[in-house]
T-cell receptor, first 116, second 111 residues
Framework: GAVVSQHPSWVICKSGTSVKIECRSLDFQATTMFWYRQFPKQSLMLMATSNEGSKATYEQGVEKDKFLINHASLTLSTLTVTSAHPEDSSFYIC????????????FGQGTRLTVV | QKEVEQDPGPLSVPEGAIVSLNCTYSNSAFQYFMWYRQYSRKGPELLMYTYSSGNKEDGRFTAQVDKSSKYISLFIRDSQPSDSATYLCATLIQGAQKLVFGQGTRLTINP
């Protein structure tokens, strides 16, 4: 299957700082990328959908000023958690789709964020 | 009612057993169906992908879609401890961007 690389796999940051998570499609053009948040033993919670070159569409209840998403190229999307607080600690996962893949979506490895 | 319902389990079976994982959905417009496997602290991995009704087999895994009853299944034959993971079903309407996921079923295969 197609490869989506997410970096870093884990990060610890201090409260009040910002953290950037990168998501790259390595062998296909990702016209659409998705960012999810997952709490322990729970399912995926979609945060936002981004199309290359466009502003992201955020799900209801997700603060767009806190979770900044950039999808500037067909292979890279970034999620920046601004002014992080301990309640932002979670597992963040990106997913990507592209015209070469049809309807399938592939996921990155996930990033475990811990805010102390 | 959620668009895709999946029993969260947990489901525990002995090694070698046949495992049946299931989801039901409410929107008849769903045409694409996927199963993902997620190990702890990892991103989901695409296991099976089917379009419309029918069966698809890949090694020990068989995906089955019954659109008349809005029911999708994943069967695992000769289950192994390495199959222990959370399994997520997902559906998609043609032309839509977002996949709709079930809650995931936690599966444990006991040696």
């Amino acid at each position: 299957g197609a490869v989506v690389s997410q970096h870093p796999s884990w990060v610890i940051c201090k409260s009040g700082t910002s953290v950037k998570i990168e998501c790259r499609s390595l062998d296909f053009q990702a016209t659409t990328m998705f960012w999810y948040r997952q709490f322990p033993k729970q399912s995926l919670m979609l945060m936002a959908t981004s199309n290359e070159g466009s502003k992201a569409t955020y799900e209801q209840g997700v603060e767009k000023d806190k979770f900044l998403i950039n999808h500037a190229s067909l292979t890279l999307s970034t999620l920046t958690v601004t002014s992080a607080h301990p309640e932002d600690s979670s597992f963040y996962i990106c997913s990507a789709r592209g015209p070469q893949l049809g309807s399938e979506a592939f996921f990155g490895q996930g990033t475990r964020l811990t805010v102390v | 009612q959620k668009e895709v319902e999946q029993d969260p389990g947990p489901l525990s079976v002995p090694e070698g057993a046949i495992v049946s994982l299931n989801c039901t959905y409410s929107n008849s417009a769903f045409q694409y169906f996927m199963w993902y496997r997620q190990y702890s602290r990892k991103g989901p991995e695409l296991l099976m992908y089917t379009y419309s009704s029918g069966n698809k087999e890949d090694g020990r895994f068989t995906a089955q879609v019954d659109k008349s009853s809005k029911y999708i299944s994943l069967f695992i034959r000769d289950s192994q401890p390495s199959d222990s993971a959370t399994y997520l079903c997902a559906t998609l309407i043609q032309g839509a961007q977002k996949l709709v996921f079930g809650q995931g079923t936690r599966l444990t295969i006991n040696p």
